[in-house]
């Protein structure tokens, strides 16, 4: 069975500041997507950014990108230039990409993380 | 407008009265799912459907019932709840298509749900 862990339950950082969020998986699957959902007070899952394990080529999406090594199993956030609004719960999930439950996501715990003025 | 209703979003029972939970979809979506999030834990998938009369068991089945008799309906039912069972729903949803295609899943708004 596939895992997801993500070991920074709390982060901080000051506005305008670069962070990063860290996210391990398990799996014997090759090929598979990789997810971080942004969950604000407002409860709303927020989709951030999508990684494709079969892509070499680490995904970005304006200020947020990610470091994918797959290799060690290892899917990182980097959120650049931090905004007020970027404050929120994130959740780093994983979803076969084949196989009869290929919608199923399967989630971290969370990294709460506060963003300073 | 595309989107994931849930009903009620706020709900607070007594142990042991049967609810129900609507999710509902607008989407023609074959794929729909529910999870609990709890604090500390994630969010953990409780049941999902890969079409109508199609559904399956997730990591969390225990003590909830679903049917899917319509492609757009999904209900969650609690045919005996107990405290255990306060937490927050989810419900999602997704076209099911060719094996591989990347197809997005949509999450509703959430249903906080308190058992006393």
């Known amino acids: 069975a596939q895992t997801v862990t993500q070991s920074q339950p709390e982060m901080s950082v000051q506005e305008a500041e670069t962070v990063t969020l860290s996210c391990t998986y398990d799996?014997?699957?090759?090929?598979?997507?990789l997810f971080w959902y942004k969950q604000p007070p407002s409860r709303q899952m927020i989709l951030v950014i999508r990684?494709?394990?079969?892509?070499?080529q680490n995904a970005t999406e304006n200020r947020f990108s990610v470091n994918f090594q797959k290799a060690a199993k290892s899917f990182s956030l980097k959120i650049s230039d931090s905004q007020l609004g970027d404050a929120a719960m994130y959740f780093c999930?994983?979803?076969?990409?084949?196989?009869?439950?290929?919608?199923?996501?399967?989630f971290g715990k969370g990294t709460k993380l506060s963003v300073k003025p | 407008e595309a989107q994931v209703t849930q009903n009620p979003r706020y709900l607070i029972t007594v142990t042991g009265k049967k609810l129900t939970v609507t999710c509902s979809q607008n989407?023609?979506?074959?794929?729909m799912s529910w999870y609990r999030q709890d604090p500390g834990l994630g969010l953990r998938q409780i049941y999902y459907?890969?079409?109508?009369?199609?559904?399956d068991k997730g990591d969390v089945p225990e003590g909830y019932k679903v049917s899917r008799k319509e492609k757009r309906n999904f209900p969650l039912i609690l045919e005996s709840p107990s405290p255990n069972q306060t937490s927050l729903y989810f419900c999602?949803?997704?076209?099911?298509?060719?094996?591989?295609?990347?197809?997005?899943?949509?999450f509703g708004p959430g249903t906080r749900l308190t058992v006393l």
């Open positions: 999602a949803s997704s076209l099911f298509g060719l094996m591989g295609s990347y197809n997005e899943q949509f």
């Open positions: 990684q494709e394990a079969y892509k070499q």
């Open positions: 999930a994983y979803r076969s990409r084949y196989g009869g439950s290929q919608g199923n996501l399967i």
């Open positions: 989407m023609n979506h074959e794929y």
């Open positions: 799996t014997s699957e090759s090929d598979y997507y």
């Open positions: 459907s890969m079409n109508v009369e199609v559904t």
